[in-house]
């Protein structure tokens, strides 16, 4: 059985969060307190691995392929802007071929 699992994330920078394999990434969104939560449908029984997720704030650099956009959120009442991306591998490393990107 499935079940929906909530991350908090760091704004401004790539991280890596452990999902459960096959994980679906439904929606990034702040709540309350500001804090940019990322939402997953997962099987909490599947062995986890590393998804990395790049955060990146309007009007700042970004890469040329930043990877799958996740979803946009703003913070402190909407005065900071934030995009979320997934990408297959880490910076720096190149991106595995055979690794595809989980929809």
């Given amino acids: 059985m499935k079940t929906?699992?909530?991350f908090e994330l760091t704004p401004n920078r790539i991280q890596s969060?452990?999902?459960?394999?096959?994980a679906?990434?439904?929606t990034v969104q702040n709540k309350g307190d500001n804090a940019p939560l990322?939402?997953?449908l997962v099987d909490p029984e599947m062995p986890t691995r590393d998804r990395y997720l790049?955060?990146?704030t309007?009007?700042?650099a970004v890469p040329d392929d930043p990877g799958r956009y996740i979803g946009s959120f703003l913070l402190y009442d909407g005065s900071l802007?934030?995009?979320l991306f997934e990408t297959v591998a880490p910076p720096g490393e190149e991106t595995p071929s055979?690794?595809?990107l989980p929809l």
């Fill in 4 to 6: 929906i699992w909530k």
């Fill in 17 to 22: 969060v452990p999902l459960p394999l096959d």
């Fill in 24 to 26: 679906q990434i439904l």
């Fill in 38 to 40: 990322l939402w997953a």
């Fill in 54 to 56: 790049g955060i990146y």
């Fill in 58 to 60: 309007t009007n700042t």
């Fill in 81 to 83: 802007e934030f995009h």
């Fill in 98 to 100: 055979e690794s595809p």
